[in-house]
């Protein structure tokens, strides 16, 4: 089977999936794309600086984010038009996955302009992969609602879901969507829950919701979490 060239081609799209911890992960593929495309827009320069320093890349960044993503498509889809090879990153992970990106692929589409991926870290297949929750098919909801009642609604909505539930989770709510998820959907309700994967530091928690609620609690809350949810009649 053909593999797909290192070298950028004028005009294209690189969704390039960077490391979420450990930068050995970071493929020799997305290494030379990110060393030798045109462009590189990225969620936070500062972030992805460091990521170019460390492979020694020099390639111009330009910030695409949340809050500049609806102009900024448009703008780099111009630039692809016009010949420019451009590398789509994220902070860390695979872009578009509860992150940036979807935009400007859109523009692409819809200018007939190749996009092509990269693939590589992602947390929520990360987790998936080590958790031993079934896998056979599941449901990936990125954030919850930051409230707690708009939250509970949701988990009550899903309490007989037939498949895993995979959520991200900020190191700010994660206490509390554990309980809410004790209190709605029961304490034995089987639960993974990843912090700092791929780092020095990553643990991994599988158990019942209450026991994981209480190893959490005595553990650091650092980072961004990566929380999956049994079907109600799994058993570990």
Do not use: W
């Not at 320093?53 to 809050?67: F, W």
Request: with cysteine; glycine share 8%.
């Amino acid at each position: 089977m053909d593999s797909p060239s290192h070298q950028p081609l004028p005009g294209r799209l690189y969704v390039v999936s960077t490391p979420i911890g450990n930068l050995g992960d970071l493929s020799a593929r997305a290494r030379t794309l990110l060393d030798q495309v045109d462009l590189v827009a990225c969620e936070d320069t500062r972030v992805t600086g460091k990521l170019m320093r460390h492979i020694g890349a020099n390639t111009p960044l330009v910030a695409y984010h949340e809050h500049n993503e609806k102009t900024k498509a448009i703008e780099l889809g111009e630039e692809l038009s016009a010949g420019k090879s451009i590398a789509l990153v994220s902070d860390a992970g695979t872009p578009g996955i509860s992150d940036p990106g979807f935009r400007i692929v859109r523009e692409c589409r819809r200018r007939g302009l190749p996009v092509e991926a990269v693939p590589g870290p992602c947390a929520l297949t990360a987790l998936l992969s080590v958790s031993g929750l079934p896998t056979n098919g599941f449901l990936f909801v990125g954030f919850l609602p930051p409230k707690g009642a708009a939250r509970r609604t949701f988990l009550e909505r899903h309490r007989d879901f037939a498949y895993t539930l995979a959520l991200y989770e900020s190191c700010h709510r994660i206490g509390k969507c554990l309980d809410d998820i004790v209190s709605t959907l029961g304490s034995e309700r089987v639960v993974a829950l990843g912090k700092e994967l791929t780092k020095i530091h990553e643990t991994v928690f599988v158990g019942s919701a209450q026991r994981v609620a209480e190893q959490l609690a005595s553990a650091a809350k650092k980072g961004e979490f990566t929380v999956l949810i049994a079907p109600s009649s799994f058993e570990l």
